[in-house]
Every structure is written in structure tokens, then in C-alpha cells.
């Protein structure tokens, strides 16, 4: 089991991952991935793996006026589940959406893979 230190890392990990799908550029997010990562948004879709699949999966949020917001967040070993609220505007219609992910990541702190749990009615307009 990690120790506290470790859990504190994922949980920092994890609060600017959030952050950065509000503010960051796809750059930003891709810095805290390994190399070899994986991300499946949403679960049962195509899972895209490496780096330049997963750049092209969060570039398309760089378009996006978009807000977040972190609302509960579990660390066990280096794995994490955490529950987020999106907001962002398609054409001039607000959306929100709350997805529940699963994270794993490796010694280093990287990303290794994200599996996000939500079912096109969780999209909501506000």
C-alpha cells in the first residue's frame, strides 16, 4: 500500500487534471500521462491509446468554453475514483454533465489510464 505521500500525489494529480479541463491546453493535459496511457470516454467506446491518440481525443475541448468542478475523490494505492462536474456550451446551449472516472497511475505520478463512466442521458442542458 502508498504511503500518505503517494495518496496526496494522486489526489494533486487527479485536482489538476480536473483543473486543466476547464484551463489547460492539450499539452498541459498530456504532460501528466505516460506514454503508454490509455483513456476510454466513456466506457464502452473505443479506447485510445498513446500519447498522439490521446491528443486528438482532448484537443477538441481547446474549442470549448468549459468550466469544472472536483466534487468527490477517493485514492486507494495508485488507483483513484472521482466525480466531476463539466459544464461547457454547444452552439449557444449550456451543457452539464457528471462523469465518474476510474484513474490508474504508475510510480512516477503519470496517468496510465482513465475510464469514464457516463450514458449520453447524463448530458443535461442547464
Do not use: C, W
Not at 468549459?66 to 466534487?71: A, I, S
Amino acid at each position: 500500500m502508498m504511503s500518505s505521500t503517494g495518496d496526496n500525489h494522486i489526489a494533486e494529480v487527479i485536482r489538476r487534471y480536473v483543473s486543466l479541463l476547464a484551463t489547460g491546453s492539450t499539452d498541459d493535459l498530456l504532460d501528466l500521462f505516460a506514454e503508454d496511457a490509455t483513456v476510454e470516454d466513456p466506457v464502452g467506446s473505443d479506447v485510445r491509446a498513446g500519447r498522439n491518440e490521446i491528443r486528438e481525443f482532448f484537443s477538441t475541448l481547446q474549442e470549448l468554453e468549459r468550466q469544472t468542478e472536483l466534487v468527490l475523490l477517493r485514492v486507494v494505492g495508485n488507483e483513484a475514483a472521482f466525480s466531476f462536474t463539466i459544464t461547457f456550451t454547444v452552439g449557444d446551449a449550456p451543457m452539464r454533465l457528471q462523469p465518474i472516472d476510474t484513474m490508474t497511475l504508475d510510480g512516477d505520478g503519470k496517468i496510465t489510464s482513465v475510464r469514464s463512466y457516463f450514458a449520453p442521458t447524463d448530458l443535461v442542458e442547464v
